[in-house]
C-alpha cells in the first residue's frame, strides 16, 4: 500500500505522550511572542481597527485547532480499525484508517488556498474596500500582524475543516458497505463516535469567539463569518458519517421485521385453532424475536456518546453567557 502524505497540521505536532499539549503550549507562546513584539499590548492605538483581544483570540484559537485537530483525526483513525470486524474485508479499515492521517498534495494545497482566499475576502469586508484592506496590512506592524493573523486563522480553521468533512465522507461511504448484525448494534458505535468527535474541533473554537466580546469596539462582521462558517461545517461533520449507517441498519430491521411477519403469518395459518397450545408453541419466540427487533435503535448511538454529545453542545452557549455577563461586570466598574 501506498503511503500517505501526512496532513501538513498533523506534522506539527510533535511525538509523545505530551505531544499535543507541547504543540499548543509553544504556538501560544510565540503567537503572543510575536504579537507583543509589534507593540500590541503597550495600550497605545496607532491606527484604526487595532484590537489586542482579536490578536488574543487568533493565539488561542490556532493554539487550540492544531492539537485537537491531532486527537481527532487519530480518534476517526481508531474507529475505523474498531469496524474491521463488520466490514466485508478486514484490510480495508487499516487502508481507511491511513487515508484518514494521509492526504493528498494537491487536497492540500487546495484547502489551505481556500482558507488564504476566505481570509482574505474576510479582510476585504472588515475594511471596507480593497483600498483600505490593503492601507491597513502596510500602515504600521499592529495592523499588518492582524492582517495576517485573519489569514493564519482562516487558512488553519479552513484545512482543519476539508480534512473533517473528507473523513465524514468517507465513513458515510463505509455506511452502505458494512455487514448488518441487528443483535450487535453497538459495532456500528465508532460512526457516532466519529461525528460527535468531529464536531468537537469546532464546538471548540466557536466557544473561542467571546474572546473578541471584550472589545466593546469589534465588529460584528469580524464574528459572524467564521460563526456561519464553523455552524455549516459542524452540521455536515455530524451528519454525513451517520446517514448512511442509519438507512442501513433502518432497512435490515425493515427486512427482518416482514420476514418475520411472514412466517407468523404462515404458522398461523398452517395450524388450525384446534391446535392453539403447538401454535402458541412456535409463535412466541419469534413474538418475542420480533419485539426485541423492532426495539433496535436505528441510530448508531448508545448512552456514553450520547452523553459526551450534550456536553460538547452546551461549551458554546455557557462560554458566550459567561463572556456577556463579564463584559456587564466591566461596564458596570466602568
Not at 490556532?62 to 487519530?74: D, K, L
Not at 474485508?89 to 492521517?101: G, N, T, Y
Not at 488564504?116 to 483600498?131: C, Q, Y
Not at 453567557?321 to 466602568?334: K, N, P, R, S, Y
Request: charged fraction near 15%; include cysteine; proline fraction near 5%.
Amino acid at each position: 500500500m501506498r503511503e500517505p502524505h501526512a496532513i501538513w497540521l498533523l506534522r506539527l505536532v510533535p511525538g509523545g505522550r505530551h505531544g499535543r499539549l507541547v504543540a499548543g503550549t509553544v504556538i501560544f507562546l510565540v503567537l503572543m511572542a510575536a504579537y507583543a513584539a509589534t507593540g500590541m499590548f503597550d495600550g497605545v492605538d496607532t491606527a484604526e481597527f487595532i484590537s489586542p483581544e482579536v490578536a488574543v483570540f487568533f493565539c488561542v484559537i490556532v493554539a487550540y485547532i492544531v492539537p485537537v485537530f491531532h486527537y481527532i483525526t487519530h480518534l476517526t483513525a481508531a474507529a475505523a480499525r474498531d469496524l474491521a470486524p463488520v466490514l466485508p474485508d478486514s484490510r480495508s479499515s487499516e487502508e481507511l484508517a491511513q487515508r484518514i492521517i494521509g492526504q493528498s498534495p494537491f487536497n492540500q494545497l487546495l484547502a489551505a488556498g481556500t482558507g488564504l482566499g476566505a481570509g482574505l475576502m474576510h479582510h476585504f469586508f472588515l475594511s471596507g474596500s480593497v483600498s483600505r484592506a490593503i492601507d491597513g496590512m502596510t500602515r504600521d506592524a499592529k495592523s499588518a500582524a492582524l492582517a495576517v493573523g485573519t489569514l493564519v486563522v482562516w487558512t488553519f480553521l479552513t484545512a482543519v475543516i476539508f480534512a473533517l468533512v473528507r473523513n465524514a465522507r468517507l465513513f458515510s461511504t463505509l455506511g452502505a458497505t458494512v455487514r448488518i448484525d441487528l443483535l450487535r448494534t453497538r459495532a456500528y458505535t465508532p460512526f457516532a463516535r466519529v461525528a460527535v468527535s468531529s464536531t468537537l474541533a469546532l464546538i471548540g473554537a466557536q466557544a473561542a469567539f467571546p474572546i473578541m466580546w471584550i472589545d466593546p469596539d469589534v465588529s460584528a462582521i469580524a464574528m459572524v463569518p467564521g460563526l456561519i462558517a464553523t455552524t455549516i461545517a459542524m452540521v455536515f461533520l455530524f451528519v454525513l458519517p451517520l446517514i448512511s449507517i442509519h438507512r442501513a441498519i433502518a432497512a435490515a430491521k425493515r427486512a427482518e421485521v416482514a420476514r418475520l411477519d411472514d412466517t407468523i403469518g404462515r404458522i398461523a395459518a398452517e395450524l388450525p385453532a384446534r391446535h392453539d397450545n403447538v401454535r402458541l408453541a412456535q409463535l412466541n419466540p419469534l413474538l418475542s424475536f420480533r419485539r426485541e427487533i423492532e426495539a433496535v435503535s436505528e441510530w448508531p448511538f448508545d448512552t456514553s456518546v450520547s452523553g459526551r454529545l450534550a456536553l460538547y453542545l452546551i461549551i458554546p452557549p455557557l462560554t458566550w453567557v459567561g463572556a456577556a455577563l463579564i463584559e456587564m461586570l466591566i461596564d458596570d466598574l466602568v
